[in-house]
């Protein structure tokens, strides 16, 4: 929790309202986003971002599953985050836990679509290897390193980064497997399919203070929101998801307005982790 003095609150919303930010930003300008990849040699993709002094990673590790019955021609994938007892002295005990499972939440509403997999930024269909008998299961791990605010547009950076950076590794299905046997499959150690991110989209949170909304908020101005929206936008500039957190209530012409805002926002935010992603992978190549 931050603490601020009245002073201060009156400091940090005046200046959202005069459209100069405490650290000079204007209400739609996100502070400096970096990425690394391949940070974590085990996982099939990771990558780490940094917004400011928000600091994430995401890893992502693919295993030979079973589809559901209900969705038997769609993969799976499972998001859960890990807040570090270190990134902020309210993560320590079931304060982090809470917020972890919140984040893990958003995160699958923004990403994932719905239960049927509908509106999904992750191509379920893509991990099928052979309908209603084997898919690839992914499971992505977040963990906070350091926390000053936009946890949930970080987090989703990172996650996108992670997937650009997966291998999958190519799967030869053997010939003559009867349709109720559980088919034989070759799993190459050479061979890897790069994952298409074409369709993930990227988060865009828009935290309101007094009358106006910012993106990539700080700690200190996220203390002083009345609300925030999420939304998932990908490249096409489609809606993937939509979140809210904060008490207050929104008026459906506000959260239309939002929405144009993020879809502009969305398209910067968009090319400059493209931008981003392309370098930290030829770096880690070279």
């Not at 005046?14 to 986003?33: E, H, S, V």
């Not at 993020?262 to 931008?275: F, G, R, T």
Request: aromatic share 4%; hydrophobic share 40%; charged share 20%.
């Amino acid at each position: 929790m931050v603490g601020l003095s009245l002073g201060e609150k009156h400091f940090i919303q005046g200046g959202i309202a005069q459209d100069l930010r405490c650290d000079g930003r204007k209400r739609l300008t996100y502070r400096p986003i970096s990425v690394e990849t391949g940070v974590i040699p085990q996982a099939n993709g990771s990558a780490r971002i940094r917004m400011g002094a928000t600091d994430v990673i995401a890893s992502v590790k693919a295993e030979l599953g079973r589809p559901s019955l209900l969705l038997p021609d769609k993969g799976k994938v499972s998001i859960y985050i890990e807040c570090s007892s270190t990134a902020e002295p309210a993560f320590e005990g079931r304060g982090g836990d809470e917020l972890a499972a919140e984040l893990s939440n958003a995160l699958q509403h923004c990403l994932l679509g719905g239960k049927s997999g509908a509106g999904a930024g992750i191509d379920l269909l893509s991990l099928i290897i052979v309908e209603g008998k084997i898919c690839w299961d992914l499971y992505i791990d977040g963990l906070v390193v350091s926390s000053d605010g936009n946890l949930l547009d970080a987090l989703g950076a990172a996650i996108k980064a992670a997937l650009s950076n997966t291998g999958i590794p190519r799967v030869q299905v053997a010939a003559g497997t009867s349709n109720d046997e559980q088919p034989e499959v070759d799993i190459s150690d050479e061979e890897f399919l790069q994952f298409d991110t074409s369709g993930v989209p990227v988060i865009v949170t828009l935290t309101k203070v007094g009358r106006h909304y910012i993106v990539d908020a700080t700690s200190e101005e996220e203390s002083q929101m009345s609300s925030a929206v999420s939304i998932s936008v990908n490249r096409q500039g489609y809606i993937c998801g939509i979140t809210k957190r904060g008490g207050v209530g929104l008026d459906p012409s506000i959260i239309l307005d939002m929405i144009s805002v993020a879809k502009h926002v969305s398209e910067q935010v968009i090319s400059k982790l493209d931008s981003e992603i392309a370098s930290a992978e030829a770096q880690e190549e070279s």
